[in-house]
């Protein structure tokens, strides 16, 4: 059973680009949550989705940030006109109908 | 104030020692307490979920829940070089799932041979 999977792995964009990572959730999963990891920090929630529903969007920034779960395929984190402050290691869990959260390895995103 | 809090460390100890690494919170709401282990460059990995107050041992490992204090403690016995990591604390208010955790910065462990 393949845990949650998520790509790049590594993400290098100038800024002013847009990134884009994509997390696919251990099969049997239907909950999926993006932390993001700044250096020192520790993670920080940024939204619960469900397929095709955006549940708790309370830790994302307002602007530039937005994420997706269709129907078919995988989720999707996109971050507009990236800036230096948005260099982080973003996360993936997700998790059957319990609290149990696994995460993926993470995509490292480097602003130039 | 931070809602969890955590000591950073780093944290140096030899192999076999006992390591106790604890974490305070603030949040009544808080109901339900994760361990997770972080190797550098990695994703969290999950090592103990517990939700209620008293030890939980799996192995080497045994949770602690002290909710009257709003404290809780993960404890590693023999520790091993293999044990080295970053070790993150979380919590969320309730089952069922569908809550955010929220996390304490992390204590970072070494073990030396």
């Known amino acids: 059973n393949a845990g949650v999977m998520q790509n790049p792995r590594h993400l290098v964009r100038r800024r002013g680009q847009e990134a884009r990572l994509r997390c696919s959730p251990m099969k049997g999963h239907s909950h999926v949550y993006w932390y993001r990891q700044l250096p020192e920090e520790g993670l920080k929630f940024m939204v619960y989705l469900q397929k095709e529903n955006i549940i708790d969007e309370s830790g994302m920034p307002k602007e530039r940030f937005s994420a997706e779960f269709p129907k078919e395929g995988p989720s999707i984190l996109r971050i507009q006109q990236v800036v230096r402050g948005d260099s982080a290691a973003y996360f993936c869990a997700s998790s059957p109908m319990s609290d149990t959260q696994y995460f993926g390895p993470g995509t490292r995103l480097t602003v130039l | 104030q931070k809602e969890v809090e955590q000591d950073p460390g780093p944290l140096s100890v030899p192999e076999g020692a006992i390591v106790s690494l604890n974490c305070t919170y603030s949040?009544?709401?808080?109901?339900?307490f994760m361990w997770y282990r972080q190797y550098s460059r990695k994703g969290p990995e999950l090592l103990m979920y517990?939700?209620?107050?008293g030890n939980k041992e799996d192995g080497r490992f045994t949770a602690q829940v002290d909710k009257s204090s709003k404290y809780i403690s993960l404890f590693i016995r023999d520790s091993q070089p293999s044990d080295s990591a970053t070790y993150l604390c979380a919590m969320t208010p309730a089952g069922g799932g569908g809550n955010k955790l929220t996390f304490g910065t992390g204590t970072q462990l070494k073990v030396e041979l």
């Open positions: 949040n009544s709401a808080f109901q339900y």
């Open positions: 517990t939700y209620s107050s």
